[in-house]
């Protein structure tokens, strides 16, 4: 869903393979135009989904826009593959390489937009020098491997730090918050920063998807009304569940 402020990008992790082309018209029928497709090698990770023959597949099924999100080791092996099969975003992670500013411009130089990711774990301090050549930086709110975990609360500062910092720089790139999404987090996740909320299990597992990925979006609004009326943070502080 686009509305003016936030976009819903439902992860295709958890939608049914088997119905893929009817999963992804369900959510393009209310208003998705990106789509979250998580590329897992086993090795960065500990689960494997598929590759750039998969992505090409979607490409063709779907009218949206594919941010494809390289959970992978040794992106740089890849890149051209996963841009040629169609990605619109294509983000790898930066405790997956040494130096990650080459690779982001090689990335642009294939004609795709280039994104970051950062693990919970990870601070803001590595990607120093790299945020310059970003269009898309990922801040996983679970640690990368699985969908339908928690959404991990301790991160939301860092995801406002890292809005705050873009607003003093004059940046603009796009956060992305991913990991954990659903109706209840997509409101804090909002109000932190993100500009782009992906959600897997909170929409193809939803009873409707469609009205999840309605309210999902309503709640980031909330959140962005919030931040901007200089509310508090609106869920429970870091440490606590939510
Ligand atoms: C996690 C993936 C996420 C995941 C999100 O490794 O990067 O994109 O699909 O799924 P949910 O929304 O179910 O946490
Ligand atoms: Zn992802």
Known sequence: MDTARIRVAPSLLSADFADLAAQIEQVEDAGVNLLHVDVMDGHFVPNITFGP??????????????DVHLMISEPARYLENFVRAGSDYITFHVEAVGEAGPLLRA????????????NPATGLKDL??????????VMMTVNPGFGGQRFLTEVVPKIRALYELRA???????IEVDGGVNVETAEVAAWAGGDILVAGAAVFKAEDPRQAVRDIAAAGLKGVAKREDNAAFPLAPPGQSC
């Open 53 to 66: 023959m998969m992505v090409d597949v979607i490409r063709r099924l779907a009218r949206s826009e594919l």
């Open 107 to 118: 990335a642009r130089a294939l004609g795709a937009r280039p994104g970051i990711a950062l």
């Open 128 to 137: 120093d020098g790299v945020l310059e050549a970003s269009d898309l930086v």
């Open 168 to 174: 003093e720089m004059g940046w603009e790139f796009e």
